[in-house]
């Protein structure tokens, strides 16, 4: 054979130039036709899935056996991640149980000593500055004594909502113990947080809180304790054990 005839041969020869990549696509996206003919199934989102057509198989590639053994693996996986779902739900469920009062949306003293040092982190990161409010009322004893201990857990429950519903979105408000509750306010100087804490003093001494039928009044007291920038948690919270300025 010449030399420009086995050229011609090299050239031509299927064996030596692929022109094609091996897995072919087609393969592995299958039409709607040919999804009609495989046996179809569910992911946990309730979209179907061609089990023939799984990881690019096709009908040609899966045997009987093959077939019955993938619809098993498919269901074993959405029952996993239902039961992972679940469990995430759970999760969260009880992390938030953990961290809030038992009689109020506040925080516990624990959540809320963690997000203390949270909020004073980010305040040493950006050279802002935090104040505390304490708020304690006074005759919470005397409540549960005269009304009853259901109206003393109605009173803890309404303060805690007063303090929900007039501080912003960013401060952290939790349950200390028995009658005594904290806020950060996060960013605010005193003079604006001694603002608020006469508002809030006043919503909750000057209006009575209604149980049912029976009025009772409410003796708070709310004191300002400024924040340093270098102060740790810790050493905030032992302010409900000192004494503070009564507003």
Known sequence: MKVDE?????RSSPVERKTRPTSDPARKMPSRDSEA???????PEGEAIDIESFHGLTPEDLT?????????????IGQLRQELSRNRKR????????DHDELSTALNRRAFLRELGHAQILAREYGALNTLLFVTV???KDINEIHGH???DAVVEHVAETLVHHTDKADVIGRLGGAEFAVVLVGSNVDKSEEKAIWVEKLLSNRPFIDGDVQIAL????????LEVDEEADAALAGDDRDHPTV
């Open 138 to 140: 006074r005759n919470l």
């Open 150 to 152: 259901a109206a003393g």
């Open 37 to 43: 003919e495989g046996e179809v199934t569910q992911n």
């Open 219 to 226: 003796e708070a007291d709310v004191a300002v304790h400024a």
């Open 91 to 98: 999760i969260a469920y009880l992390s938030n149980l953990a």
């Open 6 to 10: 086995m050229k011609s041969v090299e």
């Open 64 to 76: 009987p056996n093959a077939r019955i053994a993938m619809m098993q693996l498919m269901e074993e």
